[in-house]
C-alpha cells in the first residue's frame, strides 16, 4: 500500500514538473513572439516593422488594389484605406526580438467586424506597401490590379486584375486570368502569362546567361521590345505576336501565334537565321535578302522560309498557323 501511494506521489510531482516547464516554455515562446506582430495604435490604417533588405513580402487580397513600391529604408510599412486595419505578422530567423523580420505576411480585416482572418482573401481594400528595395513579393488576388516598382523579385497571381510592372531586377513570374501584364525596365528571368488579356514588354534584360524570357497569351497580343536575353519565347493563341528591336548575338527567339501575325521589325544590320512556317493560308513577307540551303523542299500545305541572312548570329523561329508572318527592317 505504501508503495502505490509512493508511485502516485511521485507521478504527481512529475506531471506537475511538467506542467510547470510547460507553461515556462509558452511563456517564453510569447515574450520571445510578442513583437512578431506589429500594429500602430494611433492610426489603425498603418503598419511599420523593421525588416532584412531582402525580407520576402506575402499578401493575399480580395478585390481592393494592390501598390508595392521599393524605398531605401530597411523597413515594410503597410497602408490601407480607411475602413479598414492592417497587421504585418513578421518571422524571424532568430529569438532576438530587435532583430528585424525575414519573411512578413501582410493582413487586412475582413468587411466591418475588425477581425483579421488569416490566409482568408476576402478583403476589399486598397493596400500600399513599401518594401526594402532588395525585397521578394508574393501577391495572389482575386480582383483588382497589382503595380509594382523598384524591387528584386515578384510573383504575382490575379483572377481578375491587371499588372504594372517596373524596375524589378532579381526575376518576375506573373499570371493573369482575366487582366493585361505590362512590364518595362526589368532584369532576370521572366516568366508572364495571361489567359485573356494582352502582354507588353519593353526593355528587359537577363542577369545570369541562364535566365529566360516567355510570355504566353491565349487571346491577347503578346509585343516584346528589347529583350536581352539568350531565349525569348512569345506565344499567343488567337493574338498577335510582335518583336522589336535589337537581335542579341546567340540568341533564339520563338514566336508562334495559332490564328495571328507574327511580326518581327530588327535594324537592316540584323544577321540571324530563319525558320518561318505558315500552316494554313497566309503568306511570309520579308523584307531582307534570305541564303536557302539547297535541300530547302516545300511542304505540303505549308509556307515556308529557311535560310541566313548575314552571318546567322541568332536564330528566329516563327509559326504562324492560319496568320501571316512579317520580317521587316526597322
Known amino acids: 500500500m505504501k508503495f502505490l501511494i509512493s508511485k502516485f506521489v511521485i507521478a504527481l510531482l512529475f506531471v506537475c514538473a511538467f506542467t510547470s516547464a510547460f507553461a515556462q ?33 506575402i499578401f493575399c487580397g480580395g478585390s481592393g488594389r494592390i501598390y508595392v513600391r521599393g524605398w531605401e529604408k530597411n523597413e515594410v510599412r503597410a497602408v490601407s484605406e480607411e475602413g479598414s486595419k492592417v497587421k504585418l505578422i513578421a518571422i524571424k530567423h532568430n529569438e532576438d526580438v530587435s532583430a528585424p523580420a525575414s519573411q512578413i505576411t501582410v493582413q487586412l480585416t475582413e468587411g466591418e467586424s475588425g477581425r ?15 518594401v526594402p528595395r532588395g525585397a521578394s513579393v508574393d501577391l495572389r488576388t482575386r480582383e483588382g490590379d497589382i503595380s509594382v516598382e523598384k524591387i528584386a523579385k ?18 518576375v513570374q506573373a499570371e493573369a486570368t482575366s487582366g493585361d501584364i505590362a512590364l518595362d525596365d526589368s532584369s532576370g528571368s521572366i516568366t508572364l502569362n495571361a489567359l485573356s488579356g494582352s502582354i ?51 540568341s533564339t527567339y520563338s514566336l508562334r501565334s495559332t490564328s495571328g501575325d507574327v511580326t518581327i521589325i ?7 537565321r530563319v525558320e518561318a512556317y505558315v500552316l494554313h493560308g497566309g503568306e511570309i513577307i520579308c523584307d531582307f535578302p534570305i ?37 521587316r527592317k526597322k
Open 200 to 250: 507588353d514588354v519593353r526593355n528587359v534584360k537577363s542577369i545570369e546567361p541562364v535566365d529566360s524570357m516567355s510570355a504566353v497569351s491565349l487571346s491577347g497580343d503578346v509585343t516584346l521590345e528589347n529583350t536581352n536575353f539568350l531565349r525569348v519565347e512569345g506565344h499567343s493563341n488567337s493574338g498577335d505576336v510582335m518583336l522589336f528591336g535589337k537581335l542579341i548575338k546567340g
Open 266 to 272: 530588327i535594324p537592316a544590320a540584323s544577321s540571324f
Open 116 to 130: 483579421f482572418h488569416f490566409g482568408r482573401c476576402e478583403n476589399k481594400s486598397n493596400i500600399e506597401l513599401y
Open 25 to 57: 516554455d509558452k511563456e517564453k515562446r510569447k515574450e520571445r513572439n510578442k513583437d512578431f506582430t506589429y500594429e500602430n495604435d494611433k492610426d489603425k490604417n498603418t503598419a511599420t516593422v523593421a525588416a532584412t533588405p531582402n525580407v520576402a513580402v
Open 291 to 327: 541564303t536557302k540551303p539547297t535541300n530547302n523542299k516545300p511542304l505540303k500545305d505549308t509556307t515556308k522560309l529557311v535560310g541566313t541572312h548575314g552571318t546567322g548570329d541568332s536564330t528566329l523561329i516563327l509559326i504562324s498557323v492560319s496568320g501571316t508572318i512579317h520580317l
Open 154 to 171: 515578384a510573383k504575382l497571381r490575379s483572377m481578375n486584375g491587371s499588372f504594372s510592372i517596373r524596375n524589378v531586377n532579381g526575376s
